[in-house]
């Protein structure tokens, strides 16, 4: 499970298959009222998350930044340049 964190929310989430986001829920952070949950058998992709919950845009670019830069490696530079 990873947590990240943007203008006071916190939302929860997972890797499926190590390349889709799994959406659990998204709480406060001061006090960690619910803000939305899903169930573990609907958990919804960050696609669908932002489709649902459009207003939380921040939050949703917040975890695709995270899981591109920390959870994906980066190439290395030769295979960057084969790739250019």
């Known amino acids: 499970m990873r947590r990240t964190e943007v203008d006071g929310l916190r939302v929860t ?3 499926v298959q ?7 829920s998204v ?9 939305a949950s899903f169930s573990p058998s609907n958990y919804p992709d960050l696609a669908l998350a932002r489709e649902l919950l ?3 845009a921040r939050l949703w670019d917040a975890v ?3 899981f591109w830069t920390k959870l994906i490696p980066p ?3 030769a295979e ?4 250019a």
């Open 54 to 56: 459009p207003e939380l």
């Open 27 to 35: 709480d406060n952070a001061s006090d960690a009222s619910p803000v």
């Open 18 to 24: 190590h390349h889709l986001i799994a959406i659990v």
């Open 80 to 83: 960057q340049r084969v790739l």
């Open 75 to 77: 190439l290395p530079l």
């Open 64 to 66: 695709r930044h995270e």
């Open 13 to 15: 989430w997972r890797l």
